[in-house]
T-cell receptor, first 114, second 113 residues
Framework: AQSVTQLDSHVSVSEGTPVLLRCNYSSSYSPSLFWYVQHPNKGLQLLLK??????LVKGINGFEAEFKKSETSFHLTKPSAHMSDAAEYFCVVSDHNYGQNFVFGPGTRLSVLP | NAGVTQTPKFQVLKTGQSMTLQCAQD?????MSWYRQDPGMGLRLIHY???????DQGEVPNGYNVSRSTTEDFPLRLLSAAPSQTSVYFC????????????FGEGSWLTVV
């Protein structure tokens, strides 16, 4: 069965400093992996996705993530945080061997301090 | 582009009442699903459908009912609302199995008193 672990429930950074949100997954096959962002009282927006092509994936708003199969990780990074990045971030795994169900991590709340 | 449309956005129900959350998508996606979001628990799958006439249960199906009579629509029914169903509900859709992105509606905030 698939599962997702987001190692930090809350991350706080200063504006202009790097962001690292950690995600580890469990999947018995070659997974698809996604990061979604949710701003307060809003829906979920796709940041980026990995679907077995390049292991370094670039997304919107300067975010990127690297798929590391040996570490079963898909950490999200951004070189320089902006106030508008404050939101909840969800790592998601989908394993087509288990159908089209997507399994969500519990989320990481990112705070950006001025 | 409309994408995935959910209604209503906000609803307050009394315990024991029933209601239907509407969801429609205009992307011709085979796969549709309903999730509920609770603090610290991410999104949990309630029910899903892989095509018209086909539905199945997810992780937390109790107290909810779905049907899929058309490709576009996937309503979620609360049969007899309970305070434990106070949550934010998201409808989502995607193309069929495989490495496809899932698209979400804006969410429905439901409070059961």
């Amino acid at each position: 069965a698939q599962s997702v672990t987001q190692l930090d429930s809350h991350v706080s950074v200063s504006e202009g400093t790097p962001v690292l949100l950690r995600c580890n997954y469990s999947s018995s096959y070659s997974p698809s992996l996604f990061w979604y962002v949710q701003h307060p009282n809003k829906g979920l927006q796709l940041l980026l996705k990995y679907t077995s092509a390049a292991t370094l994936v670039k997304g919107i708003n300067g975010f990127e993530a690297e798929f590391k199969k040996s570490e079963t990780s898909f950490h999200l990074t951004k070189p320089s945080a902006h106030m508008s990045d404050a939101a909840e971030y969800f790592c998601v795994v989908s394993d087509h061997n288990y159908g089209q169900n997507f399994v969500f991590g519990p989320g990481t709340r990112l705070s950006v301090l001025p | 582009n409309a994408g995935v449309t959910q209604t209503p956005k906000f609803q307050v129900l009394k315990t024991g009442q029933s209601m239907t959350l509407q969801c429609a998508q205009d992307m011709n996606h085979e796969y549709m699903s309903w999730y509920r979001q609770d603090p610290g628990m991410g999104l949990r799958l309630i029910h899903y459908s892989v095509g018209a006439g086909i539905t199945d249960q997810g992780e937390v199906p109790n107290g909810y009912n779905v049907s899929r009579s058309t490709t576009e629509d996937f309503p979620l029914r609360l049969l007899s609302a309970a305070p434990s169903q106070t949550s934010v509900y998201f409808c989502a859709s995607s193309y069929s199995k495989g490495r496809n992105t899932i698209y979400f509606g804006e969410g429905s905030w439901l409070t059961v008193v």
